[in-house]
Structure formats: C-alpha cells, structure tokens
C-alpha cells in the first residue's frame, strides 16, 4: 500500500517516452476530488515525445533528461524529484530501465503498466510474442516496481480476448483502451480505496 499524505493529495510524476494516452488518462483523473493523487510533474526521456504535449495542455511542469548517462541523469532527476516535493511516480510507457539505486530511494512508490498479463510477455514487442504463441487472451498489469523487470506485486490486471484476425495493431489499441481504465483504478487499490 502507499502511504497516504494526509488529506493532501500525494504529489506525483509521470515518466513517458512517447505518446502519453496513460499519462492523459492519469491527469483527468488526478483532478477528480476522488483521486489520492495529483500530477504535479511529467519526465521524459524523450525531448520529441509526443505526451509532452499534454504537459503543456495541463499547465504541468515538465523536463526532459536523456538518460544517455543514466547516473548522472538519475542523480539530476532525483534533486528534480526532491525539489518539487514528489513522493510517487506513474511510469506510463517509460522505456528506460531505472536503476536498482533510483528505485531503492523510492521504494514501493513506483507503479508501471505493462500491455500484458504479468509474469507472461515481460519486457518488449508483447503482443507480437502474444500472437506468436497463438494465445487466447492478453491484457494489461499494473504493478509495483522492483530492481527486476516488470517484476513487482501485481497490484491490478485486466484480460481481453484476441480476435479472429487480430494483428499488433489491433491487439495494442484493444489493450490500450483497458489501460486507460486500468491504471487508475490500480491507483485507488494501492491506495487501499
Ligand atoms: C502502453 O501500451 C504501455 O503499457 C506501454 O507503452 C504504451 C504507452 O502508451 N508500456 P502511451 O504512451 O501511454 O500512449
């Protein structure tokens, strides 16, 4: 569970990378009464990620940071973190690898999302292996984040069925559309509500 702060709500960060639709969903529900959370910074390790834009659209603070040399990135992204009070970070299609440190400092206060049904189709190109294997069903995880790839406790899933004829494209933007949902509600549970 994450700890609450109080009646205030918890002040967090989203890292992207690209396009940022979770990170869409995550503001609009930050700005419900209901949410424990509220968006105050949007990382990206990308200065051309499209979800840049949402930050801009949001009137949220944003920066970007190469990660080409991660500990310097990490050192110069945790006083970021630190200076702006953030005590919770939303990856949403983040697609660099924090370090084993950066994570320790923020412990059990990262939460991902991943377009598959955890511990199956860890890491890259999941719907491609999906279809590959010729599976039934996939879907999305949210869950905390460990030292280990798309590894932590499991915090919320939801399945979708695979069509006749589904191709990547398809199966992704299905899996999207749960995603939006998903992560807000995993939100709510880690919060114990
Ligand atoms: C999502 O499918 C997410 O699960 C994966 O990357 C995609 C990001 O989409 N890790 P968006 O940038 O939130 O639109």
């Not at 569970?1 to 009646?7: D, E, H, L, R, Y």
């Not at 599976?135 to 006749?164: P, W």
Request: glycine share 6%.
């Amino acid at each position: 569970m994450v700890p609450s702060t109080g009646c205030n709500k918890t002040r967090t960060a989203v890292f992207i990378s690209g396009t940022g639709t979770n990170l869409k969903s995550l503001i609009k529900f930050s700005r419900n009464a209901k949410s424990p959370i509220s968006i105050d910074l949007v990382i990206s390790n990308n200065s051309k990620a499209k979800g840049l834009d949402y930050a801009k659209k949001f009137k949220i603070k944003k920066k970007v940071l190469n990660f080409k040399k991660k500990k310097l990135s990490e050192e110069k992204l945790l006083s970021i973190l630190k200076i702006n009070n953030i005590n919770m970070i939303c990856l949403a299609g983040f697609m660099k690898i924090l370090s084993g440190n950066f994570i320790k400092k923020f412990k059990g206060k990262i939460l991902n999302i991943h377009p598959s049904l955890l511990p199956k189709y860890k890491g890259l190109n999941s719907h491609k292996r999906v279809l590959n294997n010729k599976e039934k069903y996939s879907g999305c995880t949210v869950h905390f984040v460990n030292a280990r790839l798309d590894s932590g406790k499991i915090i919320l899933q939801k399945k979708v069925k695979i069509s006749k004829n589904e191709t990547e494209t398809s199966l992704a933007k299905k899996i999207l559309v749960q995603e939006h949902k998903l992560y807000p509600k995993a939100i709510l549970k880690a919060f114990n509500l």
